[in-house]
């Protein structure tokens, strides 16, 4: 790739994003959704492999398809109310295709086929920037409606994501699509509190970025795609691998990991709702996601793999240290004893 496409590449990503989550009209969030699909698709696609253009081929149709649900959406708002601002979504065909769309644009049951597929064909630090940054807008898009959304509807696919989430991951070996369905399992997390509370839904998606990006960044520096790479990995990197499986434990959810806060404080508000059911219902799905990141965590701390005559063990290089890395790694492990804090100022 040409080196100046990827500062442009960059730039309109953090065009687009600004534009949507600073618009209040419909038509300039659409803009800035456009401006990000366009942009990703060249970092999706830039290995020329096969599978990276069929990434970047799904990943064009289906978030095209939602562009146009959400204009769709839109002008029919505008048909029956005269109304353009985007918090005055008040006709209840337009919310339920609003739905819809940010659905298949975040990759919420039942409209998550295109997620895991494209995120294994595309490059870890591109699969990074798909799970955090590119499902902002849209979540944004959102919160700004909540209070017009049906409540049922996004509960029902809370809780079929955070099911799916972790009943698809159990039997995965690539690392890239363990942590889609994970993705997946955490919208289900931020989507049922949404309504009732769109501040915990926002603080909830700022840690699982935070505990993305240092898995992420940290299977990238030790070029994990899949489990086996892991195993053999502690010969190269024995610290990151060590920190590799608290930052799995605290995306899990295990106090006393940061990742165990957003989920205390959901179960809470959602019991105060007088949801206790779906509180219920949500914490025991998350046992199936508990599952897997175990068995990475495991795989992550294991020293003597299996059939290792047949690895290629990479012996310890000395190697700069990586700053963004260690520090996405101490917030995505240490922040729980500071959430009273926290929450009081979210």
Known sequence: MNPHTTPVLAISLALGTTITISSNHWVLAWTGLEINTLAIIPLISKSHHPRAVEAATKYFLTQAAAS?????????????????????????????????????????????????EVLQGSPLMTALLLSTLMKFPPLTLLLMTSKSLNPTLLTAMALASAALGGWMGLNQTQ?????????????????????????????????????????????????ALNLSTILTSWTKTPMLNATLMLMLL???????????????????????????????????????????????????????????????KQWYTSKPPSTPTAILASLSILLLPLSPMIHAIV
């Open 250 to 312: 605290s995306l899990a959810g295990l106090p006393p990991l940061t990742g165990f806060m957003p989920k205390w404080l959901i179960i809470q508000e959602l019991i105060k709702q007088e949801m206790t059911p779906a509180a219920m219902a949500i914490a025991m799905l998350s046992l199936l996601s508990l599952f897997f990141y175990l068995r990475l965590a495991y795989h992550s701390t294991i020293t003597l793999p299996p059939n290792s005559s047949n690895h290629m």
């Open 68 to 116: 146009a649900l959400v204009l769709f959406s839109s002008i029919t708002n505008a048909w029956a109310t005269g109304q353009w601002d985007i918090t005055q979504l008040n006709h209840p065909t337009s919310c339920l295709l609003l739905t819809a769309a940010i659905a298949i644009k975040l990759g919420l049951v039942p409209f998550h086929f295109w997620f895991p």
């Open 175 to 223: 690392t890239r699509k363990i942590l889609a369905f994970s993705s997946i399992s955490h919208l289900g997390w931020i989507a049922i509190i949404l309504v009732y509370n769109p501040k915990l839904a926002l603080l909830t998606f700022y840690l699982y970025t935070i505990m993305t990006s240092a898995v992420f960044m940290a299977l990238n520096k030790i070029k």
